[in-house]
């Protein structure tokens, strides 16, 4: 008979697995009985090891930590053949940030150039345990967003629609403001500075507010460059745009469109959820014009319809924004 197999058919190792995870589930429950009796009936700590039959050294760090820690190490680990060589490591790491990333180094090769280059006389493994560690520390980290009110975001998707019984592309301004979910979308033929400008336009009247700022991308027609120490040179239109609505601009990361997730999050729910209606309505009539006043009819009752009939109801404070300006036209510069 196999060892992994019992008499009984099952798996030893995993029987064992479900006693250890039993065991850890039981572990929590006493945990939480621990808790409840210190923070809400407060028992005092030596009343609590009498009842759970547990050392006041138990209750005192089930008081500190909410469920079990696990092993905690006193001391770093100490590294004697490597301590003197990981600076060494650290800036081969830093140098690599710029470079493709198969050309980046592995363990393995850190560990041949420390024993050719330095006389490196430890082993293999240890190098390749550091760079696990070193890898785990510079691994990016996500953290639950808050959104103040009256600070927006804005972007451009994209989708197939049918217009004259021909399937092209069109696309839709999306505006999102995250602390209340309100939102606006408006299609486009293209996504151009024009209509970015226009885009703004109608979500600020479709609002009634402005937002103190707003979060873009680094589309072209917004930016005209980004300098060397990271700040951005506008368009001269939307520069025009922003003055006229007194916003203050900011940008996302190239290339990292988490940076604005809530946005990314609208133009993804107006593909596959307003988008599908006008491939079945948009193909009725001939030219863009008439077909594109017709979607944004339809984008604005669906909008109107998720917000509670109407943006007011979900943006709150109103005191953190501006009503528009009376004079919402942008014109081109020279124009």
């Known amino acids: 008979m196999p060892l992994s197999v019992d008499r009984e058919g099952g798996s030893i190792f995993t029987r064992c697995r479900q006693a250890i995870a039993q065991q850890s589930a039981e572990r929590g429950e006493l945990y939480l009985k621990v808790r409840r009796a210190y923070f809400q009936q407060g028992l005092s700590k030596r009343a609590i090891a009498r009842t759970f039959g547990i050392s006041r050294d138990s209750v005192d760090k089930m008081i500190v930590y909410s469920v079990p820690p696990g092993y905690r190490r006193a001391a770093p680990v100490k590294r004697p ?39 490196f006389e430890g082993g293999y493994t240890i190098v390749k ?5 070193h890898q785990r520390r ?45 939102c606006y979308v408006r299609a486009y033929p293209a996504a151009t500075a024009e209509a970015w400008m226009d885009g703004h336009v109608h979500a600020f009247a479709f609002f009634g507010r402005v937002p103190q700022s707003v979060l873009y991308d680094n589309d ?14 506008r368009a001269r239109l939307f520069s025009g745009l922003l003055s006229h609505y007194v916003i203050q601009d900011s940008y996302g990361r190239p290339g990292k469109g988490n940076d604005k997730g809530s946005v990314e999050g609208l133009v993804g729910y107006a593909r596959r959820n307003l988008c599908p209606a006008l491939r079945r309505g948009m193909g009725s009539t001939p030219g863009w014009k008439s077909n594109a006043a017709s979607a944004n ?34 014109r081109r510069p020279g124009a």
């Not at 140098?95 to 330095?118: I, M, N, Y």
């Not at 072209?220 to 040179?233: E, H, N, S, Y």
């Open 81 to 119: 053949k490597l301590d003197g060589f990981t600076d060494i490591i650290d800036q081969w790491l830093r140098d690599d940030v710029g470079s493709p990333r198969k050309q980046r180094h592995t363990a393995k090769r850190v560990f041949e150039r420390l024993r050719d280059e330095h006389s």
């Open 129 to 133: 345990t550091y760079m696990r560690e």
């Open 138 to 182: 510079s691994r990016e980290m996500f953290v639950p967003l808050h959104h103040a009110p009256g600070h927006g975001q804005a972007d451009f998707g994209e989708a197939l629609v049918f217009i004259g019984g021909i399937e092209q592309k069109a696309y839709f301004f999306a505006f999102d403001l995250p602390h209340s979910d309100a």
């Open 220 to 233: 072209r027609c917004l930016v005209a460059q980004i300098l060397p120490d990271g700040t951005r040179k």
């Open 297 to 330: 009819r339809l984008f604005c009752a669906v909008i109107r319809r998720l917000s509670g009939n109407g943006c007011s109801v979900i943006w709150r404070p109103w005191q953190t924004c501006r009503p528009p300006p009376s004079k919402r036209v942008i």
